[in-house]
């Protein structure tokens, strides 16, 4: 009876509490006193039974409560504008940091071959001092 139902726990927990008053009845029929009652081998292992459903049926209300929560969660959601979350998730943006300024950094790839692109500013710095350097070169070979 591994069962997660909460109907079949119940039916469980009602069959060992039987059994418990049964062998309790039982026990002062035959007259043995409290003290032994408690120490009685069946007795521990119906009382144990009964702890362990116990434990089981409040787990498997805390999972129905969370359920519950987490479909009202959601249908508040779906409710909600659509404005709303798109807002949310510009504020979840502003939080991180900044992909613009590192994406400026980083060299653009092609997307057909994967390889770097050279940007045509670069080339330009790049001539720009090229030219510079000529020209603060003294012309010796002349």
Known sequence: MGSKHKQSRMEQ???FERRLEDRLSY?????IESPKI?????????R????AVKTR???IADNEKRTEDLAR???EKAAAPKEDQKGSKDKK???APAE????????KKDQESGKVKKSKEATAEGKEKKKKKEDNTPEATE
């Open 13 to 15: 927990k009602a069959s």
């Open 27 to 31: 026990l002062s029929k035959k007259g």
């Open 38 to 46: 408690d120490k009685d081998v069946l007795v521990k292992k119906l």
């Open 48 to 51: 144990a039974d009964i702890n």
């Open 57 to 59: 049926l409040k787990a």
């Open 73 to 75: 969660i959601k249908a």
């Open 93 to 95: 943006s502003k939080g």
């Open 100 to 107: 613009g300024k590192e994406k400026a950094d980083a060299p």
